[in-house]
């Protein structure tokens, strides 16, 4: 459909009285004045089209780059939202349980309250997609493990393995966000 408008669109030079002869030589004959003003008129009408095509384009592209980087800034913000909405219920149970230390004098209470809730963060999280990266006693990687520092082993087999961990590291849908600071046998 787009080739028969631009067929239509298209003059030739039949349209205009040129004779294919002397164009070739490059000089362009108009038989009469009258058709010299219509193919002008014509020529205008096609590059003020064109140009209305561009400006049309142009405005579009804009349109959609604005929208995009509003669409982009609105889900940064907002990125967070469900995480943070499922984790309410743990800070609601934190909340319960700084009441309650309050009161009870049983520790062993306490250190069960405690326990409950970070056990349902840990859930929380890993419903999320968080995953704990499991270090001590693996071979030292540097594309997981941050070496804090290495220290002397006695055993052979520790040597260039992970001996301690101080800060563990996480996966998040299988992509590290998190390296693990370790401790190196060496």
């Known amino acids: 459909m787009e080739d028969k408008e631009i067929q239509q669109e298209s003059t030739t030079q039949e349209d205009f009285g040129i004779n294919a002869d002397e164009n070739a030589a490059g000089t362009t004959h108009l038989n009469n004045p009258v058709e010299e003003d219509s193919y002008v008129e014509k020529l205008s009408a096609e590059l003020q089209e064109q140009k209305d095509k561009y400006l049309r384009l142009f405005a579009e592209f804009d349109n959609y780059r604005r929208r995009t980087a ?16 499922s984790l309410l219920d743990v800070v609601d149970d934190c909340d319960r349980a700084e009441k309650q230390m309050e009161t009870d004098t049983d520790i062993q209470h306490v250190k069960e309250g405690a326990v409950l809730i970070f056990n349902k963060l840990r859930k929380k999280l890993q419903s999320r997609g968080l995953k704990e990266m499991e270090s001590v006693g693996k071979e030292f990687d540097p594309e997981k493990h ?15 393995k992970v001996v301690d961990e101080i800060e563990k590291g996480y996966y998040l849908n299988d992509k590290i966000i998190r390296f693990a600071k370790v401790v190196v046998g060496k």
Do not use: W, Y
């Not at 509003?70 to 909405?85: N, P």
């Open 70 to 85: 509003k669409e982009s800034i609105e889900l940064r913000q907002t990125a967070g939202k469900e995480v943070i909405a």
């Open 146 to 160: 941050e070496a804090v520092t290495e220290i002397p082993v006695a055993n052979q087999k520790q040597k260039g």
